[in-house]
DNA sequence: TTCAGGATGTACT
DNA sequence: GTACATCCTGAAC
């Protein structure tokens, strides 16, 4: 199976946050195959970031992760109830990572509406389905992604992303014309002058 | 359609 | 004890 390399993760975190807009996150789950295409990504960089969990290179338990070779999950627990998925960039031993925010359902969609919510897709509401996967802590629960998932390898079997659906065997859509928005990140307001950093990037549909 | 408020547990001071 | 890279509900408009 064709998937991006340590390779493609090891670069420039905010370049590595826009490239993987529109590529998809495959994600195995006791033999079934989740597939979504990413929608939307933040760059957390902890030698200049201070809204980077390891930001100064503070390393803790929780933050070792993000220590590790390009081409890790770092997966943390938030607000009490909520997992992020993050793709660990850069060389091993620079902290940084892009947070996954927002993903569109490709395949599987019928077991990730029973994860996130306990019943089918064709159950949900109108306001459930428009807002099926647009956060880090919704794709986390649709995905069943959890602290077991935090340091799992990109190059594995288990979660890997992909640049064509034709890597995994799938059908290509049409092309869309799409374009890269950027602004400031969401949630990180106390991080002093990185709060405006515009390292949050999202596709947009053209008109 | 937007908005405020509460739920909840871990990491770190 | 405090803060937190969030989400849902219910009420007002």
Same mark, same amino acid.
């Given at each position: 199976? &064709?998937?991006?390399?340590?390779?493609?993760?090891? @670069?420039?975190?905010?370049?590595?946050?826009?490239?993987? /807009?529109?590529?998809?996150?495959?994600?195995?789950?006791?033999?079934?195959? /989740?597939?979504?295409?990413?929608?939307?990504?933040?760059? !957390?960089? @902890?030698?200049?970031?201070? &809204?980077?969990?390891?930001?100064? !290179?503070?390393?803790?338990?929780?933050?070792?992760?993000?220590?590790?070779? $390009?081409?890790?999950?770092?997966?943390?627990?938030?607000?009490?109830?909520?997992?992020?998925?993050?793709?660990?960039?850069? $060389?091993?031993?620079?902290?940084? %990572?892009? /947070?996954?925010?927002?993903?569109?359902?490709?395949?599987?969609?019928?077991?990730?509406?029973? /994860?996130?919510?306990?019943?089918?897709?064709?159950?949900?509401?109108?306001?459930?389905? *428009?807002?099926? #996967?647009?956060?880090?802590?919704?794709? +986390?629960?649709?995905?069943?992604?959890?602290?077991?998932?935090?340091?799992?390898? #990109?190059?594995?079997?288990?979660?890997?992303? +992909?640049?064509? #659906? %034709?890597?995994?065997?799938? $059908?290509? $859509?049409?092309?869309?014309?799409?374009?890269?928005?950027? @602004?400031?990140?969401? @949630?990180?307001?106390?991080?002093?002058?990185?709060?405006?950093?515009?390292?949050?990037?999202?596709? *947009?549909?053209?008109?």
């Amino acid at each position: 199976m &064709a998937r991006l390399s340590r390779q493609f993760y090891a @670069g420039d975190t905010v370049e590595t946050a826009q490239n993987l /807009l529109g590529k998809y996150l495959v994600r195995r789950l006791e033999g079934e195959t /989740l597939v979504c295409r990413i929608t939307e990504t933040e760059a !957390y960089i @902890g030698r200049c970031d201070k &809204a980077c969990h390891a930001y100064n !290179y503070r390393k803790t338990d929780r933050t070792a992760t993000l220590f590790m070779e $390009p081409g890790h999950a770092y997966v943390y627990f938030i607000y009490g109830m909520h997992h992020c998925l993050n793709f660990v960039t850069e $060389p091993e031993g620079e902290p940084a %990572a892009v /947070l996954i925010r927002g993903l569109e359902a490709v395949a599987g969609r019928e077991t990730m509406s029973c /994860l996130r919510y306990g019943k089918p897709f064709s159950e949900l509401t109108a306001y459930q389905r *428009k807002n099926f #996967l647009n956060g880090p802590g919704k794709l +986390c629960k649709a995905l069943a992604l959890t602290r077991a998932d935090d340091r799992t390898d #990109l190059t594995g079997d288990a979660l890997f992303v +992909c640049d064509s #659906l %034709a890597d995994i065997g799938l $059908p290509c $859509p049409a092309p869309v014309r799409e374009t890269i928005c950027s @602004g400031p990140r969401i @949630g990180v307001d106390y991080a002093e002058e990185a709060r405006d950093f515009p390292w949050r990037f999202w596709l *947009k549909k053209e008109a």
